[in-house]
């Protein structure tokens, strides 16, 4: 697992996401926080949710070879949801290093933190993976 340790260590995977040249296997949860951390420090939440988006949709096309007129793996609401909670944590904690950041989020917003505000039934639903659903619960 490779850590976030330095703001160095999280530009490097930055620039990795962005020239779609992360192997799927080391794009996981962590992964995606780190990059949702970097732009949320960088851009307004509206800016860095459309950077996340956009990234995300071409590093499955064009990273990991994804047809996304037959298979469509990203899900809106996720990225919304995390990009909002990942900007809360940062607002929080903006005085300190992004890597002590970093490092804090990933031991504290597990995959599941979603299930906390939605069920699963509202979450993983064809409307939900389209368009950005309010949570439920």
Request: hydrophobic share 40%; aromatic share 12%; charged share 30%.
């Amino acid at each position: 697992m490779k850590a976030y340790d330095s703001e160095e260590a999280i530009l490097a995977l930055v620039e990795q996401f962005e020239a779609c040249s992360i192997p799927r296997n080391e794009w996981k949860h962590r992964e995606h926080l780190v990059v949702a951390l970097y732009y949320v420090s960088k851009f307004d939440l509206d800016a860095a949710t459309k950077r996340m988006r956009r990234g995300i949709l071409r590093l499955l096309e064009h990273g990991f070879g994804v047809d996304l007129e037959k298979e469509m793996p990203y899900h809106e609401t996720l990225t919304v949801f995390w990009m909002n909670t990942v900007h809360r944590f940062w607002n929080e904690r903006r005085a300190l290093p992004l890597c002590s950041i970093a490092a804090e989020m990933i031991k504290s917003l597990d995959k599941d933190h979603p299930l906390k505000f939605y069920s699963r039934e509202r979450l993983f639903s064809d409307e939900a993976r389209k368009n950005f659903v309010e949570p439920d619960l």
